[in-house]
């Protein structure tokens, strides 16, 4: 699943080869993946694109005042290409879900694998009339994100800090990859809870906030749209490497899987050592 990294460099990539350019035309080849009907995508017709920004996980293109906004969730991904082919797709058919063509004949395809369809496409005139951006937090590689504003997210919260760092209304952008990246530099426990943390505490995770976020964003700088979830997989030290030695320790990177997602993290470096109970595991064997 892409996330603030990874949306980042799209809309990096978007900025490059897309702004400047006019919309030819936008095939919607999976209509229940477009959110809205006022104003309708065909307004987009012959409009330039005049910027690309970021909210959290959502992609805003600017097309001269309304707004494409695009939400990849869970499978979607997006794929730049040079020559489109003219010819408008079959709906329904794979994993295709919208079509974007630019005036000169490139222009991208937002795509999804998988059956549960989760990608969303909103035309809007003002990016806040999407829930799910009206509600977003603050963004961890925001100017105004500082120390002071992590304390009063974790402050009285009696909640594990996992869940808080993947809550987009808490803090926007950061999923369960990147929530387990942070906690395994920051050497926590994703089931510590937020109200517990000392001042220490909160720098430390504040710390790990900033530097792996920002690391990731340097890392997928300048790299192509389509090699980016290669690049994001390789920076991983502990998400989705279970059974793999932790690169800080060498110890086995452990797993806690549940209805339908998992963690990972490093015993020796976020739990003293001691593994974590896995519920999901645990409930089978009762
Ligand atoms: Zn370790």
Known sequence: MPELPEVESLAAFLREHAVGRAIARIDVAAISSLKTYDPPITALNGLTITGVARYGKFLDLDVDGIHLLIHLSRAGWLRWKDALPPAPPR????????????DDGSGFDL???GTQKRLAVYVVR?????????????DPLGADFTVETLRGILDGRRTQIKGLLRD????????????????HVARMSPFKLAASFTDED????????????GEAVERSRGVA??????????????????GQKCPVCGDTIKEVSFADSALQYCPT??????????RRMSRLLK
């Open 126 to 138: 003002d990016p806040a009339e999407v829930p799910g951006v009206r509600s977003l937090g603050p």
């Open 91 to 102: 709906p329904g058919k794979g994993p295709l879900a919208v079509r974007v063509h630019l």
């Open 202 to 213: 909160v720098t430390t995770l504040y710390d790990a906030i900033v530097r792996t976020l």
């Open 225 to 242: 749209a389509k090699d980016l979830k290669g690049e994001k997989k390789e920076g991983l030290r502990v998400h989705g490497r279970a």
């Open 111 to 113: 795509t999804e694998a």
């Open 168 to 183: 987009q209304s808490v803090i926007a952008g950061i999923g369960n990859a990147y929530s387990d990246e942070v906690l």
């Open 269 to 278: 470096c976020q739990t003293g050592g001691k593994p974590l109970a896995d």
